[in-house]
């Protein structure tokens, strides 16, 4: 089974760019799940898909984030304008709808502004 | 809002020992606790998955427990062996199905 996909794995971009990120997660798996891990902590929640809607989008600054999940498959995650507190790794998980579930992540892109 | 904290933040151990790493919540309404390993600049493996409802689940050396009316799960790993170093990270699905996880345990087995 393929696993969850995402590109690019490593980025460097300077303050005020922009920048996108792609993922392709488990084919059949309904909810799609973008974090944010600063180094040395925990991933954080930026925003939750099920299917092509938003469940869960509080902890996403909107004011530079912005997310979509066209045809409820893949999703791209962009910063416009980037800052240097969003260098950290971006995460993609997938899983099937329902409590028993497992989530799978894919590699993550490693985000670096300067 | 649901707070996941992980004890020890680091732990070092000559190979062979066995180890526990420990997760605690404070919300009792989950679904599930899922147990993972991150590797340095990779993404998360999964390593066990614990249903609300079971007490534990086991995979090779790995052993985890969720006691989830106190708000508590143990990653125990028997004989560490020096592939074993890596962060752990505990994860709990809320009811809404979004994961909230905690810090991580950085562990290093020492040869």
């Known amino acids: 089974e393929a696993g969850v996909a995402q590109s690019p794995r490593y980025k460097i971009i300077e303050k005020r760019q922009s920048v996108a990120f792609w993922c392709n997660p488990i084919?059949?798996?309904?909810?799609l799940y973008w974090y944010q891990q600063i180094l040395g902590q925990g991933p954080k929640l930026l925003i939750q898909f099920q299917n092509n809607g938003v469940v869960d989008d509080s902890q996403l600054p909107k004011d530079r984030f912005s997310a979509e999940r066209l045809k409820g498959v893949d999703s791209t995650l962009k910063i416009q304008p980037a800052k240097l507190e969003d260098s950290a790794v971006y995460l993609c998980a997938s899983s099937f709808t329902g409590r028993d579930t497992e989530a799978f992540f894919g590699q993550g892109t490693r985000l670096t502004v300067v | 809002k649901q707070e996941v904290t992980q004890i020890p933040a680091a732990l070092s151990v000559p190979e062979g020992e066995n180890l526990v790493l420990n997760c605690s919540f404070t919300d009792s309404a989950i679904y599930n606790l899922q147990w993972f390993r991150q590797d340095p600049g990779k993404g998360l493996t999964s390593l066990l998955l614990?249903?609300?409802?079971?007490r534990e689940q086991t995979s090779g050396r790995l052993n985890a427990s969720l006691d989830k009316s106190s708000g508590r799960s143990t990653l125990y790993i028997a004989a560490s062996q020096p592939g074993d170093s890596a962060t752990y990270l505990c994860?709990?699905?809320?009811?809404?199905?979004?994961?909230?996880f905690g810090t991580g345990t950085s562990l290093t087995v020492i040869p």
């Open positions: 084919s059949g798996h309904a909810t």
């Open positions: 614990i249903q609300s409802s079971q």
């Open positions: 994860a709990v699905r809320g009811t809404g199905n979004q994961f909230y």
